[in-house]
């Protein structure tokens, strides 16, 4: 918080050198004006703490008993995804009460700000990332964030503005990937289950890379892209493969999805904790919220619109 001060050098000084009573009302009005200038100060005072508070300022008193969080804990997720701020908002609603818990969902654009926040406990968790993102955050930053478990899927699909099927693409198409390796290696993971390519022996396909490609009989070409550029990515190729929830944000119609296999558990969203919070009281709540049953009956059943689609049970395998 900071406060700007603007100097008044009447305050409290008399008008002029005239006589006693103009000596008394001007020291009044004086007086009167520093009353109100220090009733001002203090209120803004009052209003950075409370905000302060809000925004997650550490404060004895709004902590649970043994904890470093409070009972209304703060949630980050990744800001473009309305699919993840639906999920939170329905355990607020729907599991934490009987839980004493309140969850308030928190955006955030940039991956690293929001995992670095974690780390260091601003957020009580994040649900943005699957494992082998997370691997690749804590292996180039050397931060201490922990996974309790997965707890839902993203939708990760085909979609064309150009061909009604998968089994239409011609040979020879260009099919846009994102360009960072986990999600590199789980399109092509996509395209080795549908049978349009092979991998080399040995590859993990959860780490595969077009180099592991061991034959590829329709010529498929692969463009890289950053994250969130699929949907404006699809005039330009023949295909993209990206997350659902990029393209639902995006109004592309459901007709463009031409292939939506099951996400394989490996890809599976994570509730991620800052390591050394791991035994933290509210943080062992927080995973009963979580792993309630009755969250991966609601993924499976909604209607909600912000999730169908996007966000699924955990798979099995």
């Not at 008044?8 to 050198?17: E, I, K, R, V």
């Not at 001007?26 to 520093?34: E, S, V």
């Not at 289950?193 to 180099?211: L, N, S, W, Y």
Request: glycine share 10%; hydrophobic share 40%.
């Amino acid at each position: 918080m900071s406060i700007t001060e603007k100097s008044n050098s009447s305050l409290g000084g008399p008008g002029g050198p005239g006589g006693s009573d103009d000596f008394d009302i001007d020291l009044g009005g004086g007086r009167r004006r520093i009353l109100v200038a220090a009733i001002a100060v203090v209120a803004l005072i009052v209003a950075g703490v409370v905000a302060w508070r809000v925004a997650g300022g550490s404060d004895e008193e709004t902590k649970a008993d043994g904890s470093h969080f409070g009972k209304n804990v703060q949630i980050a997720y990744q800001a473009s995804s309305a699919s993840e701020k639906a999920f939170l908002e329905y355990l607020d609603k729907e599991i934490a009460p009987d839980h004493g818990i309140t969850i308030e969902p928190v955006g955030i654009e940039d991956g690293n700000q929001l995992d670095k926040a974690t780390a260091d406990g601003k957020y009580i968790a994040n649900i943005y990332q699957h494992k082998h993102w997370l691997k690749q955050v804590t292996d180039s930053t050397g931060w201490k964030l922990s996974a309790l478990g997965p707890v839902f899927q993203w939708s990760y699909s085909v979609y064309s503005e150009k061909y009604d099927s998968f089994d239409a693409l011609p040979k020879g198409a260009t099919i846009a990937l994102l360009n960072d390796p986990a999600n590199t290696a789980q399109a092509l993971w996509i395209l080795e289950r549908e049978g349009a390519i092979t991998f080399k022996d040995g590859v993990d396909p959860a780490e595969a890379t077009e180099q592991d490609i061991a034959t590829n009989p329709r010529g498929f070409k692969f463009k890289y892209i950053e994250y969130g550029a699929g949907p404006r990515s699809l005039p330009s190729v023949d295909a993209v493969i990206d997350y659902n929830m990029s393209f639902v944000d995006a109004g592309t119609p459901d007709s463009e999805r031409i292939l939506a296999p099951d996400a394989p558990k490996d890809f599976a969203g994570q509730l991620v904790v800052g390591t050394k919070y791991l035994d933290d009281p509210q943080v062992k709540v927080l995973k009963e919220i979580f792993f309630d049953p009755a969250v991966q009956t609601y993924l499976k059943t909604n209607d909600d619109p912000s999730l169908k689609g996007q966000l699924a049970p955990v798979s099995a395998s």
